[in-house]
Nanobody
Framework: QVQLVESGGGLVQAGGSLRLSCAAS????????MGWFRQATGKERELVAA????????TYVDSVKGRFTISRDNAKNTVYLQMNMLKPEDTAVYYC??????????????????WGQGTQVTVSS
């Protein structure tokens, strides 16, 4: 059983930065893919960024490329999402998720078996 706990959300002004953390516990995650999703009010949940733990391969949604960076710390079993140059449209609940299958990085919610509780990010204009 994998448990994911997010932290680091909050209120920030446009142009500011936040770093989200996702601490994972349970079986080793070194073969898994970890993703950050977000869901704004009235919108579907979307993949923001993901990282394949084994080799560090990453993927990003176009709207955050150049602003957000996903990374992992093997020793701490933690995944981070560094968010810079935040915009009001980045406001959402951000969720950490784990995909236990091998292979390419999935972008669909259904591929991720484990989820955190979510953390609110609010960007004011």
């Amino acid at each position: 059983q994998v448990q994911l706990v997010e932290s680091g959300g909050g209120l920030v002004q446009a142009g500011g930065s936040l770093r989200l953390s996702c601490a994972a516990s349970g079986p080793t995650l070194r073969r898994y893919t970890m993703g950050w999703f977000r869901q704004a009010t009235g919108k579907e949940r979307e993949l923001v960024a993901a990282i394949r733990w084994s080799d560090g391969a990453t993927t990003y949604v176009d709207s955050v490329k150049g602003r957000f960076t996903i990374s992992r710390d093997n020793a701490k079993n933690t995944v981070y999402l560094q968010m810079n140059m935040l915009k009001p449209e980045d406001t959402a609940v951000y969720y950490c998720a784990a995909d236990l299958s091998l292979g390419s990085i999935p972008t669909m919610m259904a591929a991720y078996e484990y989820w955190g509780q979510g953390t609110q990010v609010t960007v004011s204009s």
